[in-house]
């Protein structure tokens, strides 16, 4: 079964929003600390945005902060990044991952233990 599973990638126009998604099948998931990670063509593998698994905290990258909001429903075991104020630069294949380390903020993705399978963001006009 996979772990996480992302949903509502698109295309937006520059200055445009857009929600992602993800659900979690991990039974611990009121305890793991989530992120999103964000992989553009030819480019590394980048972190956008965190958020403990305890006191639900989050945290950013530079270029997100301001712009991009993460939350999380434990209840429903899933998670959401609000993206808003997108450039083409923001055009990636977006990652949800997830640590068994509720109280860190990491943002090397080697530190996340699930991994989804991502989903596409296309920001273009």
């Known amino acids: 079964q996979v772990p996480l599973t992302e949903s509502g990638g698109g295309l937006v126009q520059p200055g445009g929003s857009l929600r992602v998604s993800c659900a979690a099948s991990?039974?611990?998931?009121?305890?793991?600390?989530a992120a999103w990670f964000r992989q553009a063509p030819g480019k590394e593998r980048e972190f956008v945005a965190g958020i403990t698994g305890s006191s639900g905290t989050p945290y950013y990258a530079d270029f997100a902060e301001g712009r991009f909001t993460i939350s999380r429903d434990n209840a429903e075991n899933t998670g959401d990044l609000q993206m808003d104020s997108l450039t083409p630069d923001d055009t990636a294949v977006y990652f949800c991952?997830?640590?068994?380390?509720?109280?860190?903020?990491?943002?090397?993705?080697?530190?996340?233990?699930?991994w989804g399978q991502g989903t596409q963001v296309t920001v273009s006009s």
């Open positions: 991990i039974r611990t998931w009121n305890f793991q600390g």
């Open positions: 991952a997830a640590t068994n380390h509720p109280y860190a903020m990491f943002r090397r993705h080697d530190d996340y233990d699930y």
